[in-house]
């Protein structure tokens, strides 16, 4: 069985699991008493990098990294993340940290809260504001969700480095051809139940995208009501979300390998955050969204409330692939099936906020 690696970023504190031989071992928690909203595995190097965002209460936000796979951490002496003078804004929170592809090596990507993505050169040492963005026309009209007004998701083409789409709660889904010079709205099919117009070019409520593995053009949108599927590189999207107990949800992953192949973890409404049902269950599509399947062996079958956030589900890339989930009752599960059958990892943890895996040497 192959080797891998977990981190667990919670509200106080990160925590990291390695399997070895089939047998898990948990060290943490790291960063004690602060909160870690984003994690990163970066495996392009000789030597895997992990990026912890944390935030502390008295210290304030910063990004961390490790390149003995969490034994050890460090900081830079000045802050990796900080908007310029000129914006007028502070950095409140680092939500996203995403390595690009293996053709960018060196290339990382933040996105934060206010709502902005930063690109680094050094492995996420060190970031610089991507203004374009920042000064995109219809900024001024972009109005906070209810976690707040974050760049939280962010996707790059493997085929071309210039590439690049976010998700901003809740302004919707952007995208870049030009390496981040010119952004334009992407939302064409993503409704806004909540606005006066139901289809606007921009003001979507978006809480996750993902890349089908074998297709860089399919994404996966879970939506604030509505799952969405592009078949174009998020130029146009399409309802997927039948067969679902809920189109409400934050997370989603896809497989990393099976094409047409994604997860997602239902939640019974926007007034009632808890699982569809009141049953843990993560579905499965493995035809891009024509059908959805429950997968229940192994995760409890009494009534559950443990919501799960939008990045508190992930995959690892092992064959067969490792998905993860963590909630906010602070329990952690694994399937090293493809998601077939599932075991209790961890309890009792702090409020899980998001995980990250990934297979290790």
């Not at 667990?8 to 699991?17: A, I």
């Amino acid at each position: 069985m192959t080797d891998v690696l977990l981190t667990v970023g919670t509200r106080k504190g990160l925590f990291t699991g390695r399997r070895r031989g089939g047998v898990w071992e948990f060290d943490g928690p790291h960063f004690n008493a602060q909160a870690v909203y984003s994690l990163a595995i970066d495996t392009r190097g000789a030597v895997p990098r992990l990026l912890a965002g944390g935030d502390s209460a008295h210290w304030g936000p910063s990004v961390f990294h490790s390149d003995d796979l969490g034994a050890t951490w460090a900081e830079p002496k000045r802050p990796a993340v900080k908007f310029p003078e000129f914006t007028g804004a502070s950095l409140e929170r680092v939500w996203q940290l995403h390595p690009a592809g293996p053709e960018a090596p060196d290339v990382v990507y933040a996105g934060t809260e206010p709502a902005a993505l930063f690109r680094s050169e050094d492995r996420g040492e060190s970031f610089e504001l991507v203004r374009p963005l920042w000064e995109h026309p219809t900024r001024s009209q972009w109005v906070p969700g209810g976690g707040g007004e974050g760049l939280h998701t962010v996707v790059t083409d493997p085929r071309d480095t210039r590439a690049v789409t976010v998700a901003v709660s809740t302004a919707g889904v952007f995208r870049s051809l030009d390496g981040g010079a010119s952004w334009a709205a992407s939302n064409k099919g993503v409704s806004a139940v909540f606005l006066p117009d139901p289809d606007p070019e921009f003001g979507q409520c978006v809480h996750k995208i993902v890349q089908d593995a074998a297709d860089p053009d399919r994404l996966y949108l879970q939506n604030h009501w509505g799952v969405f599927r592009s078949d174009d590189a998020g130029a146009n999207w399409s309802d997927i979300g039948a067969g679902l107990p809920s189109t409400f949800g934050f997370a989603a992953a896809s497989h990393p390998h099976r094409a047409d192949t994604a997860y997602l973890f239902p939640i019974t409404a926007d007034s009632d955050r808890v699982p569809a049902g009141n049953k843990c269950r993560v579905y499965r599509t493995g035809d891009a969204g024509r059908s959805w399947e429950p997968l229940s062996a192994g995760l409890p079958q009494e009534p559950h409330y443990g919501t799960v956030l939008r990045d508190a589900l992930c995959t690892d890339d092992a064959d067969p692939a490792g998905v993860y989930f963590g909630n906010r009752n602070g329990e952690l599960f694994a399937s090293a099936d493809d998601g077939d059958s599932w075991q209790l990892l961890a309890s009792h943890l702090p409020d899980v906020l998001c995980v990250r895996a990934a297979a290790v040497g």
